[in-house]
Each structure stands twice: as C-alpha cells, then as structure tokens.
C-alpha cells in the first residue's frame, strides 16, 4: 500500500535553515507529482510547495517563496523540502502529499506529518 | 485567492444520524472540490474529490454533491470511527485553498 514518511522536523531559531525528507512507498514515485502540506497550531491546512513527477516543474505559495526549495530523487523515492530563513509563522505539522496524478491538487495519499517548531 | 467557507466549525452528532457539512467557495470552482477526513495524530485522508467521486476503500455512507460554489458533505448514518476533522479544499486555481475544517464528535 501506499506509504509516505516524513522525518528532519524539529526546533530550530528564527532565520535558521531545516531540512524535511518524505520517503515513499507502494506506488511508481516516478510518475506522480508531490506535494508539501502544512498546519500551523490553531489553524487549517495550507498548501505550500508542489514538484512535478520528474522536477522540472515546481510551484510555491507565496507565504514561503524565496525560502523553501522543495527538491525530489526518484531514484531512492524521496522528496525534500529546504527550508531556508525559517519565521515563527512557519511552524507547523508539514505533511508530503501525494497528487491523484501529475499536477491535479487532489491529495490521495499523506504521510503523518513531522513538526517544525521555529522558536528563539 | 478563492475562500473556502465551512459550516458549521463543529457539531455533536449520535451514532446512526445524517450529518451534513457545508463548504461555500468565495467564486465558482465548478466541481473541483474535494473533501478529507484527518483524525488526531493521524495522517489526512481523502473522501470525496470533484464533488462527487468516491476515493478507494471510502464506506458508502460518505457522499459529497453540489457544484459553482455551494458543496455538501453528508454522512448518511455517523459511526464512532466517523469522529474527525473534515477539510473541503478546492483544486480549481491557485493557490489551492482549504476550508478551516469542520470538527465532528460522537455524543
């Protein structure tokens, strides 16, 4: 079955940099676009970043634009997400989401989630 | 950028009621509109995408309809394993927005 883990979350100050991985499993992670989600405490979800099935196309929302890069190696099934000059307002549970096909923005498979706490 | 509107927020519901969750997108979205349930700790899931078209392995008791701006969630007889929060997000442009989520408790 389909399995996405996420790992690399933590506690990290303010203008400090992390970086998230997502492992996939279960499905041809070469032919599907992916995606990060996030959930600050209190609030909904957000998307934040979407990578195409082979990394030639990547979409930001404006919130994290210029400093998150979100990246992918199909080669060990695996997504990233740098998170560059990290703000209090970027801590949130991020979750990796898979896309039902190339670039549809229909999520039918999320990992858990790891949280990233920004805090001096 | 397209608002995504839930009500109600939360509700408490008995098992083997019909419960109805709204989602009003701020401009018409056609039927891309889909719903996730996320229960504590757990990864979300998906329900329903395009308004209407059931995700594999989803109980027959979920349904979603509606279209343009106005979308409904029903559960046709909650279950305890129903307790969540449900998310309506739209895919139609971006960015892709969600709605703040409607908590479901079982009384």
């Known amino acids: 079955q389909v399995q996405l883990v996420e790992s690399g979350g933590g506690v990290v100050q303010p203008g400090r940099s992390l970086r998230l991985s997502c492992a996939a499993s279960?499905?041809?992670?070469?032919?599907?676009?992916l995606h990060w989600v996030r959930r600050a405490p209190g609030k909904g979800l957000e998307w934040v970043t979407v990578?195409?099935?082979?990394?030639?196309?990547?979409y930001y929302a404006d919130a994290v634009k210029g400093r998150f890069t979100v990246s992918r190696d199909n080669s060990k099934n695996t997504l990233y997400l740098q998170m560059n000059s990290l703000r209090a307002e970027d801590t949130a549970v991020y979750y990796c989401?898979?896309?039902?096909?190339?670039?549809?923005?229909?999520?039918?498979?999320w990992g858990r989630g790891t949280l990233v706490t920004v805090s001096s | 950028d397209i608002q995504m509107t839930q009500s109600p927020s939360s509700l408490s519901a008995s098992v083997g009621d019909r419960v109805t969750i709204t989602c009003r997108a701020s401009?018409?979205?056609?039927?891309?509109l889909n719903w996730y349930q996320q229960k504590p700790g757990k990864a979300p899931e998906l329900l329903i995408y395009?308004?209407?078209s059931f995700h594999s392995g989803v109980p027959s008791r979920f349904s979603g309809s509606g279209s343009g701006t106005d979308f409904t969630l029903t559960i046709s007889s909650l279950q305890p394993e129903d307790s969540a929060t449900y998310y309506c997000?739209?895919?139609?442009?971006?960015?892709?927005?969600f709605g703040q989520g409607t908590k479901v408790e079982i009384k």
């Open positions: 989401a898979k896309d039902q096909g190339g670039s549809t923005y229909v999520y039918d498979y």
């Open positions: 279960g499905f041809t992670f070469s032919t599907y676009g």
């Open positions: 990578i195409s099935y082979d990394g030639s196309n990547k």
């Open positions: 401009q018409s979205i056609g039927s891309y």
């Open positions: 395009t308004a209407s």
């Open positions: 997000q739209q895919s139609y442009s971006a960015p892709r927005t």
